[in-house]
């Protein structure tokens, strides 16, 4: 076969990301009516705000905005996280980022796989949120055996998925009938089972240790516990799920509202409670319930420089600290806007100061002149109207909020803290590879937009 009848991993990812959106909402029908609001706001925004419009479609972002969305899984064993980072080059997603979450009582590290070039990204940026269950956190050592047994029996991959990632790999693609079946076999390994398997007694114990391990451990796989569209508006968007009966959750997480967004801002609504059947442990199948699926939505604004993203994290910090439980209680909307007046809030500064990256292009009348363009320095061809500078978009995730979600939707009062630290390491190992460092290649892509205007 020549590689020229492979299909594009760009195409397959999204296909992929267009059964997964399918699917979940099949499973979670108010993911749907999230989809259609988020949609209708945005088609707003784009009218209200012609030069968003504009820079939008300059940056081959309007194209992919409607279909953009981020999901999330979690899974329990090293093998299983090494197979889906197999499973996820087929389609260019590569682990991005590196994210502890233990700080924050969370029992788990993680990264996102997505894909890392501009044109990529372009096409379609699905992203996944992958989590990776920290065993060794559980303090019992009885349950934790168990629970490393319990994993070690299930198979979170169909046959055909496993040979079909192995022919990718060997024959540096797939045809398109092998395309089509791989996103069909690797759709079901993020399926919701409502059916667990331990018994009941087994998943309480699990579930006291920390809801997220009996999520990870008790069920056939990694279901999939979130979708992401990408709101042009997020504070819109949130007064509108308000508005239809969605229990958006109070606080927005990540930056206050700005002229000029930056990073992320995400809400979310509450997870749903779903019926499981748990099997009979000795005693009698038990019908019972979890919940673990919930929606979210969010906004995305400039990708910060390493010193854009000391001074974001600082601002947040202090937003809170300032507050008496530490965190996001009380007037936490104006102690984060108060805090955020130290940051910079028009294109210009943010990069002049080296904030943000940012997307470099000739001007018309920059293309009518282009040595003279050529010759200035990018701030002095800024300055003459040759080249014209628009925000990168940032791709990834803050782990901050990251914290806030899973524990608003894990029922709130759940507040634990977990002695132990970032362990990158031992997460690459389980991994099996290196988790790419996201400045370095938002600094790519605006070097080469730089690079691009000497023709
Ligand atoms: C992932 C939570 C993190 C985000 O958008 O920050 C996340 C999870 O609950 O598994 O999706
Ligand atoms: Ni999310």
Redo the contacts with the bound molecule.
């Keep these: 076969m020549t590689p020229n009848a492979f299909v594009v991993p760009d195409q397959i990812r999204a296909r992929f990301a267009q059964a997964m959106s399918d699917m979940y909402r099949d499973e979670v029908p108010l993911y749907g009516q999230l989809m259609e609001l988020v949609a209708q706001i945005n088609a707003d925004t784009l009218a209200a705000d012609p030069p968003l419009a504009a820079q939008l479609a300059r940056n081959d972002e309007r194209q992919r905005l409607d279909q953009e969305r981020?999901g999330?899984?979690?899974v329990g064993t090293a093998q299983e996280l090494s197979t889906l980072r197999r499973l996820f080059a087929v389609m260019d997603m590569l682990p991005v980022g590196y994210y502890d979450l233990s700080v924050a009582g969370v029992p788990v590290h993680?990264t996102a796989f997505r894909p890392v070039d501009a044109a990529s990204l372009a096409r379609n940026p699905f992203r996944v949120?992958t989590?990776l269950l920290r065993l060794e956190l559980i303090e019992d050592v009885a349950l934790r055996e168990r629970a490393a047994q319990i994993l070690a029996q299930r198979q979170i991959f169909s046959d055909a998925a496993l040979a079909l990632i192995e022919r990718a790999e060997r024959e540096g693609g797939l045809g398109e009938a092998d395309a089509s079946r791989f996103v069909a076999e690797a759709l079901e390994t993020f399926r919701w089972h409502s059916d667990a398997t331990v018994p009941l007694p087994t998943y309480q114990a699990l579930n006291d240790a920390h809801r997220l391990i009996a999520d990870v451990v008790c069920f056939h796989g990694p279901h999939i516990?979130?979708l992401?569209p990408r709101t042009l508006d997020i504070d819109a968007a949130q007064g509108e799920m308000q508005r239809r009966g969605m229990s958006a959750k109070a606080v927005i997480e990540g930056p206050p509202r700005r002229r000029c967004p930056i990073l992320l801002r995400?809400t979310s609504f509450k997870a749903l409670e779903e019926a499981v059947r748990f099997p009979a442990g000795g005693g009698v199948a038990e019908a019972g319930s979890h919940t673990a699926r919930f929606g979210?939505i969010?906004q995305r604004g400039l990708a910060l420089t390493p010193k854009g993203r000391a001074l974001y994290d600082n601002l947040l910090a202090q937003a809170r600290e300032a507050g008496d439980a530490g965190s996001t209680g009380g007037d936490y909307g104006s102690r984060l806007e108060a805090a955020f007046a130290g940051f910079p809030d028009d294109y210009e500064t943010l990069r002049r100061e080296g904030l943000g990256y940012f997307r470099y292009r000739l001007t018309e009348a920059g293309r009518a002149d282009p040595e003279n363009a050529g010759q200035l320095s990018p701030d002095a061809a800024i300055d003459a109207g040759l080249i014209s500078a628009d925000p990168i978009v940032y791709e990834d995730?803050?782990p901050v909020?990251?914290a806030g979600?899973?524990q608003s939707?894990l029922g709130g009062s759940e507040q634990r803290a977990y002695t132990a630290h970032a362990n990158r390491d031992a997460f690459e190992q389980a991994l099996g590879s290196r988790c790419r460092d996201e400045f370095a290649i938002y600094a790519a892509i605006e070097r080469d937009s730089l690079a691009d205007l000497e023709g």
Excluded: D, G, K, Y
Aim: net charge negative; hydrophobic share 40%.
């Design positions: 981020h999330a899984i979690r993680s949120f989590s516990n979130h992401t995400q979210e969010e995730f803050l909020s990251a979600i899973f939707n």
